[in-house]
């Protein structure tokens, strides 16, 4: 009995040994770091961190959407080599067997990005990982609110506007702040995202509801518009105005010029005034003119 329970145990620590060495002998891909996005015409890198543990590495290979782009072969001479493929240009003097860099990313570069590991023979164990990279256009203004905007909002008035959001790709994600508090759902209106002729798309979100005098804080009203790209891009335009106190009349309150108004209310009568005034410098220099002219002629 004592004899079979020996053999039992060496068998039993024989496959436990076993077992071990098949576990450290595996290949690891350990991180795979492919931006989630990149800026359009800016150079990215990519790097793959692996572990074959004992073995030997016989390649690290790069695609992009299943096409090979890029190959290490430590053993090779040169060990790296770059295959020309028309949405990828790789950086060569920037790459080694762990990263890859890529020169002015442009919309073909989004897509698939896999990183694949083999070691050497007699092993001929490989493993891979993939990750994903969308190249963004980030625009290049600001967004912008467009509606009209008698002079100043008041307690009642009906807000009926629409933010813009500059050509991007993807299309820039908009919200609507009343006073810094995110506008209620029943406020928005979303509109279908406009495709240019050049492929960029244009988002826009309106803001509809009606004014109360719990709107106003402290006397004032904040409506402003953001519009973000992932991380990459922020771009934000704000309507601020401030509204009658007891002693400032309304007629004050229009004519008052105000930073970030969206549509400055002139006086009727200034515009006429100014062409009045202008015609009648005019004829006072035109008659002194033709006097001095005379007296010349004498």
């Not at 050049?198 to 953001?226: P, Q």
Request: net charge negative.
């Amino acid at each position: 009995m004592r004899g079979d329970a020996g053999v039992s145990m060496v068998m039993f620590m024989a496959a436990v040994i076993l077992m071990w060495q098949g576990v450290a002998s595996e290949i690891h891909i350990t991180s795979l770091e492919v931006p989630k996005h990149a800026a359009f015409n800016s150079n990215q890198t990519l790097a793959c961190h692996y572990d074959v543990g004992s073995h030997v590495l016989y390649s690290l290979l790069w695609f992009h959407n299943d096409q090979e782009f890029y190959r290490y072969m430590p053993a090779e001479k040169p060990p790296i080599v770059v295959f020309n493929i028309s949405s990828i240009n790789v950086i060569k003097e920037g790459s080694t067997g762990e990263k890859v860099m890529l020169r002015n990313v442009d919309l073909s570069a989004s897509g698939s990005y896999k990183c694949k590991v083999t070691t050497e023979w007699p092993d001929f164990m490989e493993k891979e990982m993939t990750e994903t990279m969308t190249v963004v256009v980030i625009p290049e203004e600001q967004p912008s609110i467009e509606g009209d905007v008698d002079g100043h909002y008041r307690d009642g008035d009906m807000v009926n506007l629409n933010c813009t959001a500059a050509p991007s790709i993807p299309a820039a994600i908009l919200v609507w702040y009343i006073n810094d508090k995110e506008a209620p759902e029943e406020y928005v209106q979303e509109y279908e995202v406009q495709q240019l002729s050049d492929g960029l798309l244009v988002s826009s979100l309106g803001l509809n509801f009606k004014l109360s005098r719990s709107d106003f804080i402290k006397h004032e009203l904040k409506l402003k518009c953001t519009a973000n790209i992932a991380t990459l891009y922020s771009g934000s335009y704000e309507h601020s105005q401030q509204v009658p106190t007891t002693s400032t009349s309304a007629k004050e309150v229009l004519n008052r010029p105000e930073e970030g108004s969206l549509v400055t209310a002139a006086d009727p009568g200034s515009g006429s005034t100014l062409v009045v005034d202008g015609l009648i410098h005019r004829l006072l220099v035109l008659h002194v003119v033709l006097l001095i002219y005379a007296y010349l002629l004498r």
